[in-house]
């Protein structure tokens, strides 16, 4: 009888969500993908309950999280204000871990060594993957969180699928009737791509 395949495990995803880091955006969706995993995130909850409920409810049907605070920073639109929606995530992906038998495990990522002792030295003891901004150093830290995956894709698949993601996404706005990747419609067709992308270039064990 042959095995059944294991279901590909969920992934939080919590990051910004803005034209400055769209770039870093499609390349988590992308190796996530390529890893055999599913990206989850906010920009799938659009009303009904409670908003934080609703979050909530997410990250605990993940089996991971993901929580780039390299924009940690103040919006300098009126009124001037800290930006708090991911470290706040973070928390709650803390908590549940610590609260819960889940087993569920998190990841904390950045642009620059040594900000995150300085931005929450609560988690002093926690080396964060460090990407500097750039879209291979996000693939290679993804390569360091996911190192026990099912699949091994390598940098240079990743930026396969990434160009064929891209090229794909003026049919996707165009079918969204938006220019932006933030929309519950496009979250789901772009991983939809790059699941399929995926699949065609990189090999399950």
Known sequence: MPKSRKKPADVFLNIPYDEKFKDLCLAYIVGLCAFGLIPRATLE????????????????????SIHDLSR????MKRPVT??????????LSVAWAKLSRSGHKWFVCES?????SKSLSDLDGT?????????PGVFRELCNVFVTADRHPTIQQMGQIYREVTENLPV??????????????????ICIVARHSAD???PSK
Not at 82 to 91: A, K, S, T, V
């Open 82 to 91: 800290p930006r708090f929606n991911m470290p706040f995530e973070l928390g």
């Open 112 to 116: 620059k060594t040594r900000r995150l």
């Open 200 to 202: 065609k270039h990189v």
């Open 45 to 64: 909850i659009t009303s009904g309950t409670r908003r934080l409920d609703r979050i909530i409810k997410l990250l605990q049907s993940c089996e991971y």
């Open 172 to 189: 996707i706005f165009s079918e969204a009737g938006t220019n932006s990747i933030y929309t519950a419609r496009t979250f789901k067709d």
């Open 72 to 75: 940690v920073e103040l919006d």
């Open 127 to 135: 080396d964060p993957h460090v990407h500097s901004g750039r879209v």
